[in-house]
């Protein structure tokens, strides 16, 4: 197999693919590939040009600035199962995408942009509270996860936008994370996922909270519901189960190969405690 | 357009397609028949190559991306300082059936033992888990992987 023909340009700066992304239609930004090229090859995608960043310098920062973690354009998923910076969700999600192969091409910031309900990152992003940086001819513009994710496959980029960055907050107090995900073989896509995100005050209690499901709504789904259960309260069994009851409502899943709608709703209720579980116990220990 | 990608040391020059995908331009323009077109779909990780010493599928990675920068395939194995043990390890402990996932499994020995050169089963296993053997000969897949890892590295 191999894609429809496509004009490419190996882009040098962001101007430079900003400006290139801008002149046609249906023209696309080629990162890591590892979503675009399998689409491309069974003509899911027909771009008229790609745009290739991977040349262009200084992408692939994976550093914490002013208590954020930045991870740049260019930043790999392996790069982000090495680094000692990554945390909570961030860290335990990782190691859970695709397959190692994959994992040393595709990056972070085109799989927040691809925004595919099954795909982890931006599960992990919305239960974090990150932002996505574009940049534009116009210069840049911070936009919440929440608003960047719009659709299936679509975000909130104008055409002439192009992600330079993820933003995640670093909780500076004591926190947790984590991310639960039911796969059937390494490198498929989640069956069900979660992504937890806990940080207590000084007295112990939940002072944020937040809960992201993949793979069972039309879009990554924050259970802003289950995120009012737990702030105020102690951790514990008793609240967790109330957010998992709050998520498995919000899902929406769908029968398909991978199991029942019903079947997915308990897998969801069930890994959102201990998703909660495993972000309260290392919030406690941190 | 036209591209130079060093394949094992020698630099091939070939005007292509942007299209082209590596191992497309690996087997057909390099001619080296090596590296295999399984699934190509990004699933089973028979067209494993390393680019820049880093194993990828070259199924999904198209070969302009790969202009100016070094790929190694199977055939090439002997000159990584971990090749002729993985190669001897694979035949000694019967680390292939069919052979089909072979060239990819022993590349990623290759990148493995680099990074990590006295690795656990479990590590084996998790730098192996994006390879897919049809055979499911994974036990020796491992047995060999680790046996190469105890040879020391020609230097």
């Known amino acids: ?286 | 357009m036209q591209i130079t990608v060093s394949v094992n040391g020698s630099e091939h020059t070939h005007d292509v397609e942007p299209r082209l995908l590596l191992v497309d331009f690996i087997r057909t323009r390099a001619a080296l028949t090596g590296t295999h077109i399984g699934c190509d779909t990004t699933s089973c990780g028979a067209c494993t190559v390393l680019l820049d010493g880093t194993p990828v599928k070259s199924c999904t990675v198209l070969a302009v991306q790969a202009d100016g920068r070094a790929v190694m395939t199977v055939e090439g194995l002997d000159s990584h300082a971990g090749g002729p043990a993985i190669k001897a390890a694979f035949k000694e402990h019967h680390g292939l059936q069919c052979g089909f996932c072979t060239p990819a499994m022993m590349l990623v020995a290759a990148a493995l033992l680099e990074e990590h050169p006295d690795p656990s089963d479990d590590d084996v296993r998790w730098a192996i888990s994006g390879n897919i053997c049809r055979c499911t000969g994974y036990m020796n897949i491992v047995t060999a992987i680790r046996a190469a890892a105890a040879v020391p590295a020609a230097s």
């Open chain 1, 1 to 286: 197999m191999f894609p429809a023909r496509f004009d490419y340009v190996a882009a040098r700066t962001v101007e430079e693919a900003i400006a290139a992304k801008a002149t046609g239609d249906e023209t696309r930004f080629l990162a890591g590939g590892q979503s675009l090229i399998p689409m491309m090859k069974t003509r899911l995608a027909v771009p008229a040009k790609l745009v290739d960043i991977n040349r262009i310098p200084d992408l692939d920062g994976l550093e914490r600035v002013d208590g954020h973690l930045r991870v740049g354009a260019l930043v790999r998923h392996a790069q982000i199962v090495q680094s000692d910076l990554a945390f909570g969700a961030i860290a335990s999600a990782a190691p859970w995408i695709s397959d190692p192969l994959v994992r040393n091409l595709g990056t972070m910031c085109g799989s927040v942009a691809h925004c595919d309900p099954e795909g982890d990152w931006n599960s992990v992003l919305l239960a974090t509270g990150a932002d996505v940086v574009a940049r534009g001819p116009n210069g840049e513009r911070v936009i919440s996860i929440t608003e960047f994710v719009v659709d299936l496959f679509t975000n909130a980029l104008a055409d002439d936008e192009m992600v330079t960055e993820v933003r995640i907050p670093m909780p500076s107090g004591r926190a947790g994370g984590s991310y639960q995900k039911l796969e059937r073989k390494v490198g498929d896509y989640a069956t069900v996922a979660v992504a937890a995100h806990l940080e207590l005050d000084a007295d112990g209690a939940i002072s944020k909270a937040g809960v992201a499901l993949t793979a069972v709504a039309p879009v990554n789904r924050k259970v802003n519901a289950a995120e009012e259960v737990l702030v105020g309260s102690q951790p514990g069994d008793a609240v967790f189960a109330e957010a998992a009851e709050v998520a498995a409502h919000a899902a929406e899943p769908r029968d398909d190969v991978r199991g029942t709608s019903d079947w997915k709703r308990n897998v969801v209720r069930v890994f959102t405690r201990r998703a909660l579980a495993a972000a309260a116990a290392q919030a406690q220990g941190s």
